[in-house]
C-alpha cells in the first residue's frame, strides 16, 4: 500500500528519531483538558430584586432619603435609612442603582444632625458594636437638618439615648439585638440569651410572643421583623433554624417587593410594608447560608510537582445574596474550607483555595470541588506515560519497521557492491 510504502522511505531515508518525536508532539498538542462545568442555574424569582425595587421606589433624590412607606412624607434617619444605605449600595441590587445606597449612607453620616445615624441598637445590624443594656429611645424632629426645594416632608432621627432600659426578658427585638451584641464578645452568653427568645417563639403560629404581642398596642398581631430578628440571631450564633421560619417570612412579601410589617397566625398579613422591615428581612435573609449554586468554571496552577491555588466559578441558584461553603480536596489532602462571600442572587461568585500541596509526580492525582453538597472531580495532574499510555504503542510499532527497513538495506548492499564492482571490471576490458 501507499502508506507503507511512504513510512518506509520516511524511516530509511530521514533520521527515525526526529520523524517518531513529531507524530508524538503532534499528538500531545491535538489533548485538551476540559474543566469547564455546565448547569446555569436560573432562580425562579427574584425575591431581593423584588425588595430592592421597593426601597429603591420610596428614594427622594433631594433628601437622599428612602421615605417610611409608600406615599409617604416622612423620613426616618434611624433606623430606616441608617440600614437602607448598606442594604443597597452593596452592589446586590442590580436593578436599582447603586447610587442609590452611596447617596443615603453620605447624607446620613455626612450631616451633623444624627450622629453618623448611630442610633444605639441598629447598627448592630451592619456590625457595628452597641452598648448593652440597650435603653429606650428620643425621637427627635431634624427636619431643619436636610433642605428640599419641593418642601411639605418631616424628618426625624431616633437615638436610644433615654434613661429608661428596654428589657430582654419582655421583648423579642431587643432580646436579638442583644443576642447579636453579645455574640460579637461572649459565645456562651449570646446562646443563653438565645433561649429567652425560644421562650418567645411560638412555632404553632410561627411567631414571636413578647410582652408587646400579649399587651401592646398590636395586641395579637405577630411582627414580621422580630421574626426576622429572631432568625437572623440564630443564624449569626450558630443556632439551629427551625424550617419553617424563611417560607413564613418570604410569605408576608408584597406584590411590590416590600415586607409588611405584621402578620396573624394563619399567615395573613396585616399594617403595611415599610423599609424597616424590609431591610431587616433582606440582612436576615442573606444570613441564611447558600444551598443552591452550580460549578461553573474551575481552573488550578501547578508548577512541576507542587499544587499552588486552585479557582472556582460557581453560579447562585437562590434568589437572596447569600455565602456558599465550598471544600477542595487533592486525593485526600484537604485544601481548606472556603467561603464565596455574598454572592448575589443569579450571579456568579468566586472561591480561591491557596495552599502550596506537594504531590507525587509519578501518578495520577484527582481534584474534588464540594460545594451546597455536589461533588466534581477533575483529573488534576497525570505523567504523560499514564495519560498517554497510548503514545508508547509509536515506537513500540515502529521497532519491527526499523528493523525491516535495515534488513533490506543490509540484504541489498551485497548485490549493489556485486553490480558495481562487474561494471567497474567491464570498463576496464574496454579500456584495455
Known sequence: MA??????????????????????????????????????????????????????????PSLRLVAETPGSRTYYVASDNLLAGPVMESGVC????????????????????????????????LGHNISIPIHDSNLYNVTNEWSDAAGN?????????????????????????????????????????????NQMYNRTAVGMQDDAFTNGTEKGVYQTFKLALYLLALQKTGQHVTPELEPRIMGLQ????????????????????NVETTCIVILAMRAIPGRAASIYDVTWNTTGATLHQVKVLLLSGENWTRDFQGSAYLDRDDLRNM???????GSFGSMDFTRDLTFNPWTCHTLTITIDGTSKS???????WIKYWYLLLIPIGAVPVLAYSYYRRARHRPVLETEKKSDQDSGNEIRG
Not at 98 to 124: F, T
Not at 163 to 169: A, I, K, N, Q, R
Not at 339 to 345: E, K, L
Not at 378 to 384: A, F, G, N, R, S
Request: charged share 15%.
Open 339 to 345: 467561603t464565596a462571600s455574598q454572592v448575589p442572587a
Open 153 to 197: 416632608y418631616t424628618v426625624y432621627y431616633e437615638d436610644h439615648n433615654a434613661t429608661g432600659v428596654l428589657e430582654d426578658t419582655r421583648y423579642a427585638d431587643i432580646a436579638a439585638y442583644t443576642a447579636l451584641e453579645l455574640e460579637m464578645t461572649n459565645h456562651t452568653k449570646a446562646v443563653q440569651e438565645i433561649s429567652r427568645l
Open 3 to 60: 502508506w507503507s510504502h511512504w513510512l518506509t522511505r520516511q524511516l530509511s531515508h530521514s533520521k527515525p528519531l526526529i520523524f517518531i518525536s513529531t507524530v508524538v508532539l503532534a499528538l500531545l498538542l491535538a489533548q485538551t483538558t476540559v474543566r469547564t462545568g455546565s448547569g446555569l442555574i436560573v432562580p425562579p424569582n427574584y425575591g431581593e430584586w423584588e425588595a430592592c425595587q421597593f426601597l429603591g421606589s420610596l428614594y427622594n
Open 254 to 273: 408584597g406584590a411590590d417587593g416590600g415586607f409588611y410589617t405584621g402578620y396573624e397566625a394563619n399567615g395573613a398579613h396585616q399594617g403595611k410594608e
Open 94 to 125: 442590580p436593578n436599582v442603582s447603586d447610587s442609590y445606597g452611596l447617596q443615603i449612607s453620605m447624607a446620613v453620616d455626612q450631616n451633623p444632625c444624627c450622629n453618623h445615624g448611630l442610633d444605639g441598637m441598629h447598627e448592630i445590624l
Open 378 to 384: 477533575y483529573d488534576t495532574y497525570c505523567p504523560w
